[in-house]
């Protein structure tokens, strides 16, 4: 088969090469502008908007608990099950972003690249009143649902038993593995918010595969966490010291470094090591196009007179 000089194959319409130019994927400086769009927006929110969506997300991320507990107690206790057990961490989430509520790790991170693309004094200030409200938002949401489900007589005994033995599973962890396991979590979660814009149509499978890996690897989660470890204290098992000090303080830590520094830092360097913009990128390629152009016409002129 014989190729043009720029090594394109012969014979293509003009809406062949559309469709091409149509199904290729987003560029990653594409994707990290969609993501910063999105962190800016969340950056101009005000408080009061980011609380009740933050609490909203707090509560529902409560269905991964309860998801948890009820597939625990209902599946035999061979090592087996859990496996399968472990899907029920992926419903909160699911509900979550879906429901595009504010939730700590995932929505807080977009707004870290607006900082990065423009650190000034105003956008580090909007950037902790973001986390400061969405986190403060997400844990209330989190206490309030677990202190209900342990005191309402909602769920049997064995239900109650398999929520309880979940907290006692996360507070197996000493403050360095909370804190090392904190830094994966908040990577993969950020790994996910930077895979959705490009594969929207496929939105619910990437939140189940990388949620789903967490609740595999026992990764813990601030959030998730919370709801986990609380019912634990409101049932009188922990104190609040140990939650704040053992579970919160290294889990938050780990999320942030995780997901908001390492993850974000890396993919915005890699942006900015390009050495372009999108803007700069798009202006170059329509050069490119009108040049060929230009050099079509010449040699179809001369064709013509050829004939």
């Known amino acids: 088969m014989e190729h043009e000089p720029d090594g394109k194959t012969p014979g293509l319409t003009p809406e062949e090469e559309r469709d091409i130019d149509e199904n290729q994927p987003p560029r990653a400086a594409v994707l990290h502008e969609t993501i910063r769009m999105q962190g800016d927006q969340e950056l ?102 677990a202190y209900v489900m342990l005191h309402l007589p909602i769920f049997d005994t064995k239900t109650d ?9 996360v507070m197996e962890n000493d403050t360095w593995q909370m804190f090392s396991k904190g830094i994966i979590s908040g990577w993969m979660i950020a790994t996910m918010v930077w895979m959705i814009p490009s594969m929207e149509s496929a939105k619910v499978a990437i939140i189940v595969m990388i949620t789903y890996l967490m609740a595999l690897g026992d990764f813990t989660h601030i959030v998730v966490g919370s709801a986990e470890v609380s019912y634990l204290v409101f049932a009188g098992e922990l104190p609040w010291k140990d939650f704040w000090m053992i579970f919160a303080g290294p889990t938050l830590a780990g999320n942030i470094i995780g997901g908001s520094f390492i993850f974000a830092l890396i993919s915005h360097a890699q942006i900015r090591s390009e050495g372009e913009t999108p803007e700069k990128k798009g202006k170059k390629k329509a050069l490119d196009e009108k040049l060929k152009q230009e050099l079509r016409e010449p040699k179809a002129e001369s064709d013509r007179k050829g004939v």
């Open 161 to 169: 038993q398999a929520f309880l033995e979940i907290g006692r599973k």
């Open 44 to 145: 101009e929110r005000n408080v009061a908007a980011l609380f009740w969506s933050a609490l909203a997300a707090g509560l529902t991320m409560g269905l991964s608990l309860m998801a948890m507990g009820l597939l625990n107690s209902r599946l035999p206790d061979a090592e087996g099950f859990k496996v399968i057990a472990s899907l029920g961490y992926c419903a909160g989430f699911l509900a979550v972003i879906l429901a595009r509520q504010q939730l700590f790790t995932e929505n807080t991170l977009t707004a870290v690249l607006p900082v990065m693309s423009k650190p000034t004094l105003n956008n580090v200030v909007r950037l902790l009143r973001l986390w400061t409200v969405v986190l403060v938002g997400n844990l209330c949401g989190t206490l309030l649902v």
